[in-house]
């Protein structure tokens, strides 16, 4: 089975930096994908970030692109998201996410999310 | 990137057949069939219904389909059940090489 628990969320105040994890299990993790979905408190969802299985590739929002940095270690079968600079717009649950196969990048698995506030 | 265009809100009464529109651009839904849906309930992650716009994953149940026409993408669900009551996204990819998202449909099963 499928698992993804994300970490790292919590209380930040503008400008500042905070790091989430996601650590996965029940897949090669190697193989696959992965990506980062946030969603603000009672909004849609907004899509942020993806990289390659082997982390040589990375895609990002326009709306996070020089802030946010997308990486993994696929011996920790971990994968990061680096938040530097952030504003009080950052502030969603952010779910980390497996691509499924399939054109266009779509997500299979999803975690439970982690919240992250940017507020002073 | 703008967000593409669903409706707020769709109701339907258990048996019946609803449709959720997802309108975009020729640089998303129009130009690619990569149209993928999702549903979440409320308060939990989201999970993927359809993909490739007419794709079921392993497990969801056939009376969820997709199409699309032209820069809009439809999802269907026949058999309206109380279960399927939760909000719906489509996403597409773009010519930027990004992902876009709707802005969400809420369905209600009256």
């Known amino acids: 089975e499928v698992q993804l628990l994300e970490s790292g969320g919590g209380l930040v105040q503008p400008g500042g930096s905070l790091r989430l994890s996601c650590a996965a299990s029940?897949?090669?993790?190697?193989?696959?994908?992965m990506g980062w979905v946030r969603q603000a408190p009672g909004k849609g969802l907004e899509w942020v970030s993806i990289l390659t299985g082997d982390g040589g590739a990375t895609y990002y929002a326009d709306s996070v692109k020089g802030r946010f940095t997308i990486s993994r270690d696929n011996s920790e079968n971990t994968v990061y998201l680096q938040m530097n600079s952030l504003r009080a717009e950052d502030t969603a649950v952010y779910y980390c996410a497996k691509r499924a196969p399939g054109g266009g990048w779509p997500y299979d698995s999803w975690g439970q999310g982690t919240l992250v506030t940017v507020s002073s | 990137q703008s967000a593409l265009t669903q409706p707020a809100s769709v109701s339907g009464s258990p048996g019946q057949s609803i449709t959720v529109s997802c309108t975009g651009t020729s640089s998303d839904v129009g130009g690619y069939n990569y149209v993928s849906w999702y549903q979440q309930p409320p308060g939990k992650a989201p999970k993927l219904m359809i993909y490739?716009?007419?794709n079921r994953p392993s497990g969801v149940s056939n009376r969820f389909s997709g199409s699309k026409s032209g820069n809009t993408a439809s999802l269907t669900i026949s058999g309206l059940q109380a279960e399927d009551e939760a909000d719906y996204y489509c996403s597409s990819y773009t010519s930027s090489t990004t992902l876009v998202f709707g802005g969400g449909t809420k369905l209600t099963v009256l």
């Open positions: 490739e716009v007419s």
């Open positions: 029940g897949f090669t993790f190697s193989t696959y994908p």
